[in-house]
C-alpha cells in the first residue's frame, strides 16, 4: 500500500491507493518540553587512565546500573564529600 504525504504547517493530508483521505496532526520537532532539567552538566572534565581502568569503571558502573559517566561522577561526589 502506499501513501502520498502532503505537509502542511500544521498537519499532513494522507491520501492512500484508494483515494481516501484522512488528517494526521504532525509531530514538532526537536526535544519535548520538559525533559530538560533546569540545571545541565555543560563542562567536561577529561582524564587520561588505562585501558584496565576504564573496563574496570564500566564493568562497575553497569553492576550498579548506571553509565560510566555517573557512575565516576557519584564516586567522585562520594569523595569530595567524606574529605
Known sequence: MSFF????AQAAICTNEEGGRTMKTARKRGRPKGSVAEKTRDIPIQIKVFEEERDAYKAAAKRDGL????????????AARSE
Open 5 to 8: 504525504y502532503m505537509l502542511t
Open 67 to 78: 553509565v560510566m559517566s555517573a557512575w565516576i561522577r557519584q564516586q567522585l561526589n562520594r
